[in-house]
């Protein structure tokens, strides 16, 4: 059966780092676009980042752009989210998914998410 995992949340004070891992299971994730979302409380998911299935281009909400890089292993089975400078306003829920475009409507396969906690 096809699963995506994230790991990597936790609480980290302001200006901190955290790494965020998705690990696929039953599928490969290189053939695939892979993107992060995050919900902070309230029903919306927010797209963070993305990585396309050739690895170029990627994308990132304004927000995130300079402190956030999304990446791949050699294997291309894992994707990294690096988050420096960690913001409250970055607290969430993040989850990856996978799907043929870097669209949140082309995302097929979702992983259950690891909490983002960073206090004000």
């Known amino acids: 059966q096809e699963q995506l995992v994230e790991s990597g949340g936790g609480s980290v004070q302001p200006g901190g780092s955290l790494r965020l891992s998705c690990v696929a299971s039953?599928?490969?994730?290189?053939?695939?676009?892979v993107g992060w979302f995050r919900q902070a409380p309230g029903p919306e998911h927010e797209g963070v980042s993305c990585?396309?299935?050739?690895?170029?281009?990627?994308y990132y909400l304004d927000s995130a752009k300079g402190r956030f890089t999304v990446s791949r292993d050699d294997s291309g089975d894992t994707v990294y989210l690096q988050m420096n400078d960690l913001k409250p306003e970055d607290t969430g829920t993040y989850y990856c998914?996978?799907?043929?475009?870097?669209?949140?409507?082309?995302?097929?396969?979702w992983g259950q998410g690891t909490q983002v906690t960073v206090p004000s």
């Open positions: 998914a996978a799907g043929s475009h870097c669209i949140y409507d082309s995302m097929i396969y």
């Open positions: 039953g599928l490969s994730l290189g053939v695939y676009a």
């Open positions: 990585i396309s299935a050739e690895d170029r281009p990627t």
